[in-house]
Each structure stands twice: as C-alpha cells, then as structure tokens.
Nanobody, 120 residues
Framework: QFVESGGGLVQTGGSLRLSCAAAGVTLDYYGIAWFRQAPGKEREAVSC????????EYADSVKGRFTISFDSAQDTVYLQMDGLKPEDTAIYYC???????????????WGQGTQVTVSS
C-alpha cells in the first residue's frame, strides 16, 4: 500500500528527497511519519505530518534542514533533506497511522526502508 523511494549516497551538504507514496489509498486524514535507524542506534523519529490539517513536527536534529510535505494529488508524503551531514546516515522508514495524528499514536503500517548514506 505504501512505497518508499529516494534514498542514496550523497556528500556532506548535499540533498535528497524521500517519498512515501500510497497505492490504492486516499490520504485524506492520515498521520505520516519518517523514522530513521542508524547501525547500533535506536530508531528515532525525524518528522511527521497530519495530512488532514497539515500540522508538522520535526526532531531538533533536523529542524531547518529537513522539510516534510504532502501532495494530495499524488497521495505522497515527501521528506526533503538539505544540508545533509554524516550523522544523518541511516535507514529511513515511513510509518502510517490511520487516525491522522502527528506525532503518531499508533503504527498501522511501516515502509520497507530506504538507505541514506552521507559521506564526509
């Protein structure tokens, strides 16, 4: 139902855009979040958005560098990542909640993950 894409290898200071696209679902009132997990570290929340009212939140570590957005025509949530740093290297996952909350209170779906690697 949800397909992630957009990861890759980029140099410090570079940009990537991750996508979490819904297939067969209209994201009229969902909570969508991006999480990341680096090797040997716990999973951490990066950002979330409520597709119903557009409310957004960001982790302090990414504020001012990452931007989450929702394209209702494409039923896709994007995470634009600018000013990437080596410490942003991780597998990024999108998570979906069918109640429209941000932060998410339940996790109804997890994406397969996409690798983001930032070289120094």
């Amino acid at each position: 139902q949800f397909v992630e894409s957009g990861g890759g290898l980029v140099q410090t200071g570079g940009s990537l855009r991750l996508s979490c696209a819904a297939a067969g679902v209209t994201l009229d009132y969902y909570g969508i979040a991006w999480f990341r997990q680096a090797p040997g570290k716990e999973r951490e929340a990066v950002s979330c958005i409520s597709t119903g009212d557009g409310y957004k939140e960001y982790a302090d570590s990414v504020k001012g560098r990452f931007t989450i957005s929702f394209d209702s025509a494409q039923d896709t949530v994007y995470l634009q990542m600018d000013g990437l740093k080596p410490e942003d290297t991780a597998i990024y996952y999108c998570a979906v909640e069918e109640l429209g909350n941000c932060p998410l209170t339940e996790y109804h779906y997890w994406g397969q993950g996409t690798q983001v690697t930032v070289s120094s």
